[in-house]
Nanobody
């Protein structure tokens, strides 16, 4: 079972930026797809972005609209999510997850981090 630890969340004003990181344990990282999801209070956990093991292919939720970028460093067993032009509606707990395919469905991921809070003030 892989362990995932997110960091980088915080409080930021609308229009600001944050960079989230997710450090993974284990030797299978480069063969694993990695995804970012988020969950706002009272809402379902929703897909944000995913990246294949090689980093060659990425997918994003429509609401990202070019504001977020997912990337990975397999040498460091870390996946990143760059958040730009943040909006108050981006406020949520952001989770990283490990899967065997790059999917928009949270059911395709078998390991999850504890989450990091992102709060965007207006």
């Amino acid at each position: 079972q892989v362990q995932l630890v997110e960091s980088g969340g915080g409080l930021v004003q609308a229009g600001g930026s944050l960079r989230l990181s997710c450090a993974a344990s284990g030797s299978t990282f480069s063969r694993s797809a990695m995804g970012w999801f988020r969950q706002a209070p009272g809402k379902e956990r929703e897909f944000v972005a995913t990246i294949t093991g090689s980093g060659g292919t990425t997918y994003y939720a429509d609401f990202v609209k070019g504001r977020f970028t997912i990337s990975r460093d397999n040498g460091k067993n870390t996946v990143y999510l760059q958040l730009n032009n943040l909006k108050p509606e981006d406020t949520a707990v952001y989770y990283c997850a490990r899967g065997w395919i790059a999917s928009t469905s949270k059911d395709r991921y078998d390991s999850w981090g504890q989450g990091t809070q992102v709060t965007v003030s207006s």
